[in-house]
């Protein structure tokens, strides 16, 4: 009994601890003083429409929307593909290419970030679009592979091999029967892998700039240069994408029990 308390009592602390910084930069957004100010004086929209009317801010969020889109849809494509490929594999070789996919979820994000940086001023990828999609493609990786593999794993093989006796190659196999009962799974992959691009920061902070700077690195900039509470404002809205898209992941998942 009284493990149960402490355990509950532990877990109630960490969830508070989770929450407090949303339960104050919400009503933060709202504020109507010039400055970050807890509790807000007055309430007001003016941050919002603040952040909707600047140029700036709207070209640094239609940057991080197509990253994440682009990064997210192609992820999903080469994390499902390598998830297929390892759940077939029989080799221990090809096995251990499994703990290279996930490395982005184990090397600590800042040497990420450098590694990358390194590596695109050799190849002129600093500040472009198509530097930001393939570090973030990178990032989304593991989320999609080890979501696919959950799926595969409960997917009965069985069915692709009669799929074959019957004259279907391995790649109609796939479209046809594996893909629809795995969808979930890749919904989910696909899922977190926008999540993970559309709040990627640390390694933004060392490749986007110019034109094609993400909205966390703006917000960065801001939060160096001038506090005021259009960052408040944004963070909400991000926080509620992200509490969005987590909804949509739990949906999925309890449909995916449902058809089970």
Not at 140 to 169: C, H, W
Request: no cysteine.
């Amino acid at each position: 009994m009284a493990s149960t308390i402490l355990l509950r009592t532990f877990v109630g602390l960490v969830l508070l601890w989770l929450i407090i910084p949303i339960v104050i930069i919400v009503p933060m957004s709202f504020s109507g003083a010039r400055f970050l100010a807890f509790p807000p004086p007055s309430w007001s929209l003016r941050w919002y429409e603040a952040y909707l009317a600047s140029p700036a801010w709207m070209q640094a969020t239609r940057v991080s929307l197509i990253v994440a889109v682009s990064s997210a849809v192609i992820a999903t494509v080469m994390g499902t593909a390598a998830a297929y490929a390892l759940n077939l594999a029989s080799s221990r070789l090809v096995r251990s290419l499994q703990l290279v996919l996930m490395l982005p979820l184990v090397v600590p994000i800042v040497i990420t970030a450098v590694g990358v940086f390194l590596v695109y001023a050799n190849v002129g990828l600093l500040a472009t679009m198509t530097g930001l999609i393939l570090a973030n493609v990178m990032l989304g990786l593991p989320y999609v592979i080890t979501s696919v593999l959950v799926g595969l794993r409960k997917f009965d093989p069985a069915q692709e091999m009669v799929s074959r006796s019957l004259g279907m190659n391995r790649l109609r196999t796939f479209f046809i029967v594996t893909l629809p009962q795995i969808r979930p799974s890749v919904i989910t992959g696909l899922l977190f892998a926008f999540i993970s691009a559309l709040d990627e920061t640390v390694v933004a902070l060392f490749i986007s700039g110019g034109q094609y700077q993400t909205l966390t690195k703006r917000m960065f900039t801001a939060l160096r240069d001038e506090i005021d509470p259009t960052i408040a404002a944004i963070s909400t809205l991000l926080t509620a994408v992200s509490f969005l898209v987590v909804m949509l992941v739990a949906l999925n998942a309890r449909g995916e029990r449902g058809r089970a």
